[in-house]
């Protein structure tokens, strides 16, 4: 396969702007990848403790997250394999890469690293919300490190990035109906209940609010039974005889 003119000219002036920024930048950009990747995998432990005070599917969806980042990986790596790029650090006349360029047989299209930001970010959104604020623009920088190091393609991180957030969410989503009744038998055995927690605890029925404002609690020997008006035989003083002729 062959790179797009458009990428491979938008690769240029990426990688020139980046080989004139101060060593640092550089050296934050080839760390971040990798260091971005370990933010995932921490996430990934949070989501599945915060999980266990959940339900059923967001445990699920904890357990399958992984999961489903690797299944947008193997997309990516069959596809990589099948169309055989050629990296840019080696194809394009006067590459200015400021990292070493992966061994000859390493393919571009997709890439890998993308693939696997989106798909973690993509998957984590689906389980925790509220996290999509980090998760998403660390893929986005993250897939962007790539072009910025001088190892892909434009076109190769805008692929990856698209299989990542396509792929995983679907796959998650698919395997968590079948994850989510195993979580709720496994709850039920003491093991079970330590890895995967209690779950939500099922909450009592309310009882009839009295005045005040406290709780009205039935006579034992009256359990079940509705009260429709006052007890007037618990009145004191109040005869409820009739009168006598």
Not at 57 to 81: F, H, I, Q, T, W
Not at 115 to 129: E, L, Y
Request: glycine share 8%; with cysteine; hydrophobic share 55%.
């Amino acid at each position: 396969m062959r790179a797009p003119e458009f990428s491979a000219d938008l690769y240029r002036e990426i990688t020139e702007f980046a080989h004139g920024t101060p060593s640092w930048v550089h050296s934050f950009a080839e760390i971040g990848t990798d260091a971005g990747l370990l933010v995932f995998a921490v996430l990934f432990v949070v989501g599945w403790w915060r999980a266990r005070g959940g339900d059923a599917r967001a445990m699920g969806l904890a357990l399958v997250a992984p999961v489903a980042v690797v299944a947008a990986y193997l997309v990516s790596e069959v596809s990589k394999s099948a169309l055989q790029e050629e990296r840019p650090c080696r194809a394009v006349a006067g590459a200015m890469n400021i990292v070493a360029c992966p061994a000859p047989g390493d393919w571009s299209f997709p890439s890998n690293h993308a693939t696997i930001a989106a798909a973690s970010a993509a998957v984590i959104v689906v389980a925790w919300r509220a996290m999509a604020w980090l998760v998403m623009p660390l893929a986005v920088l993250m897939a962007f490190s790539r072009v910025f190091v001088g190892v892909h393609y434009p076109h190769d991180v805008a692929a990856g990035f698209t299989v990542g957030v396509v792929v995983a969410p679907l796959v998650a989503v698919l395997l968590v109906r079948a994850v989510a009744p195993l979580v709720a038998a496994l709850r039920r055995v003491a093991v079970g209940a330590v890895l995967l927690g209690a779950g939500v605890p099922v909450e009592a029925v309310p009882s009839p609010a009295v005045a005040g404002g406290a709780a009205q609690t039935p006579p034992a020997g009256d359990a079940g039974t509705a009260v429709t008006r006052p007890d007037l035989m618990a009145i004191p003083g109040r005869n409820l005889e009739p009168p006598r002729r």
